[in-house]
């Protein structure tokens, strides 16, 4: 809502007029009386009796001259700086073509920034299987046997003991790793023979092995880190014709068009709309004010006059671009000429306006 005082531009309107314009000096003088303020304003033959208020309001179509929509680039870098840099490169280039079209920096602004970071799973490609082969193996020993036992599996690297479920006997697992089965199984072969050479020795003759197992250990997909930076700038543009050729170029740096193009009216172009509009407004205000009058009486000048404005940031119509043609993936591309631009054919606004009018009746003298 704005609102503001317009006796300044009643000049401009025509309501005083030039010959009583002439007379303003002496109207604002102290010593100017009442009665010789009415007579210089309205001559000696007529006289103020009233006042009458009054107001009209009338809606005005103004013609969309902004556009305004933001622009999304996302990069992945293997390091934070990698990926900054490449923001950045497309982003110069991009900002270089929106100053080649004529938009200034001024109407290119950041809305948001950010770092990032996210694990994901890679596959590991072209890497060497490896085989483990393992032998569960069950002893048959008493306590004063158990430390003895627990010694050679020591050196040799075996480092966990435990009883069955019964608690009847011990077990141990041996294994063996390799780039075949193989090789795996025989390396597991030769380190239990070794363990029950060296067991045999010590009087432990009760060994077996309870089950024997070969797997592929090889992983399939390694975590690792990304780093994103995201960028988006709103971009503000004063001629449409060069939505597609922006829109375009944002598509073919890989960047993403968002959904909020707006459009609006710029405060020069709406003002020079109202100024234009003042004087039939108040000429409609006028005339109203002097239907309301009876014939024995004329209307004078206003002693106030106020207008009052909508907000005319209202939903246009037939507003936005084709959203199928420009966010279609990323993958596809479009010819500037091939983007559809649907922009608003008008807004409207609402303009009161009010005054309080002098009400004159001529005397006969």
């Not at 014939?295 to 084709?322: C, F, H, I, K, W």
């Not at 983007?339 to 409207?348: G, H, K």
């Amino acid at each position: 809502m704005k609102k503001k005082l317009l006796i300044a531009l009643l000049f401009n309107l025509g309501v005083i007029s030039m010959s009583h314009a002439n007379m303003v000096p002496n109207i604002i003088s102290p010593a100017t009386s009442t009665l010789e303020f009415q007579q210089l304003k309205y001559g000696k033959d007529a006289i103020a009796v009233g006042k009458i208020n009054t107001s009209v309001t009338n809606i005005i179509a103004l013609k969309p001259d902004t556009a305004e929509f933001s622009v999304t680039y996302v990069t992945e870098g293997e390091t934070p700086n990698d990926a900054s840099n490449r923001n950045a490169k497309n982003m110069k280039i991009f900002n270089e073509y929106l100053n080649q079209l004529g938009i200034s920096d001024d109407n290119l602004t950041t809305i948001g920034y950010q770092n990032y970071q996210q694990e994901q799973q890679q596959v590991i490609y072209n890497q060497a299987k490896r085989y483990t082969s393992t032998f569960t193996v069950y002893l048959d020993i008493d306590n004063k046997q158990f430390f003895d036992v627990v010694n050679v599996l020591d050196q040799n690297q075996i480092n966990g003991i435990k009883q069955d479920s019964d608690n009847k006997y011990y077990l141990f697992k041996i294994q063996g790793a390799s780039d075949s089965e193989s090789a795996a199984k025989q390396l597991s072969q030769q380190k239990y023979q070794l363990i029950v050479n060296q067991l045999k020795k010590l009087g432990i003759n009760n060994i077996s092995v309870a089950s024997y197992d070969t797997e592929i250990d090889s992983p399939e997909s390694e975590t690792v880190k990304k780093y994103y930076v995201q960028n988006t700038i709103k971009i503000k543009v004063n001629d449409f014709t060069l939505l597609g050729k922006i829109i375009a170029k944002a598509q073919e740096l890989k960047m993403t068009v968002n959904n909020d193009m707006n459009y609006s009216v710029s405060e020069s172009a709406k003002n020079a709309v109202l100024a234009k509009y003042e004087q039939t407004i108040y000429q409609e205000l006028a005339a109203k004010a002097t239907r309301l009058l009876g014939q024995q009486y004329q209307l004078g000048v206003p002693s106030t006059l106020n207008s009052t404005e909508n907000s005319y940031n209202l939903q246009p119509r037939n507003y936005g671009y084709n959203r199928a043609m420009v966010n279609v993936g990323q993958s596809q591309l479009f010819e500037a000429q091939d983007i559809d631009i649907q922009a608003p054919t008008e807004f409207t606004i609402s303009l009161t306006m009010s005054g309080t009018f002098e009400i004159i009746k001529h005397i006969n003298r």
